[in-house]
């Protein structure tokens, strides 16, 4: 079968052949139709080698399609069955750790399983199982936003925008900082009070929770927007891996790190989804234009999420 595949650093991802997969215990074989591509495969292929636990490795770690073996022990599925596949923590994420979902096939732990409902597009329960469950998790489990919160994204990305739409579900006043100016109209169109160019411009602001999905010079800005005594930061985003934070800028405020999420938590995103409650940017793209979309997001290119397509 054909799988994209990380071979060392300083090398572009590679398309491969590889032997299909057959289903341990308690595992299923998923025949993949969409798989997102998110940045953090990016950052994977800039410092995998040597963090991953071998190479070659099949990246791809946002991942729906149909279910199309089972292995011993496996209750609760069936062949047929369409899933999302959720990096919960049950095993090591997918993309990184073991095989991931930039291929024909992947295994998954049937734990990991989160059930599509009906009608709902498949690029869409691919991207809501890395780019739904992690933002959303950061804004409404970790910073239980709520109605009457202030509330600040910094990135409005893959998971910027729907950590944006479900705030504003959840009643808050939502605030927006990117970069990218293309991307505000949609922004306004999810409900927000405002957006700026910069975090910086909310210093002082007395903002109840920002949630930082983007991880460059952002969080100490984050960190000045949030109120003394009640603010809360919620880091998400690691677009560089060492940032810093000015002492005495914390005291009195929380600053947590949110890391992916629970196959509920998807399965809620699902339902968004599905009642268009959501409607993230994305765009769909063949299997074989996996390599070319890498380098797009790498040049800070796309708008939203890409999807790729295939197996149909």
Sequence with gaps: MRAWQFEGSGKPIALNEVPEPTPGPGEVVIDVKASGLCHSDLMYMEIGEGTMPFLPMTQGHENAGVISAIGEGVEGWKVGDVVGVCSSGVRPPLGMFTPGGFADKLVADAR??????????????????????????????????????????????????????????????????????????????AGVADVVRDASEWAGQGFDLVVDYAGFDTTQKAVDAVKRGTGTVVQVGLGLPTFTIQSSSILGKTI????????????????????????????????????????????????????????D
């Design 112 to 189: 990991d399983l989160a059930r599509v409902p009906e009608g709902l597009d498949l690029s869409l329960a691919a991207l809501a199982t890395d780019a739904g469950m992690t933002s959303y998790h950061a804004m409404i489990k970790v910073g239980h936003a709520t109605t009457g919160m202030k509330v600040g994204v910094i990135g409005y990305g893959g998971l910027g925008q729907i950590g944006t739409r479900a705030a504003v579900l959840a009643g808050a006043e939502v605030h927006v900082a990117e970069t990218k100016e293309s991307v505000w109209d949609l922004a306004r169109e």
């Design 256 to 311: 947590v790190g949110s890391l992916g999420g629970t196959v509920q938590d998807i399965e809620e995103v699902f339902g968004l989804l599905l009642d268009r409650e959501i409607e993230p940017a994305y765009t769909d793209i063949a299997f074989e234009e996996i390599g070319a979309g890498l380098e797009r997001l790498r040049r800070n290119e796309v708008a939203g999420r890409l999807v790729a397509r295939f197996g």
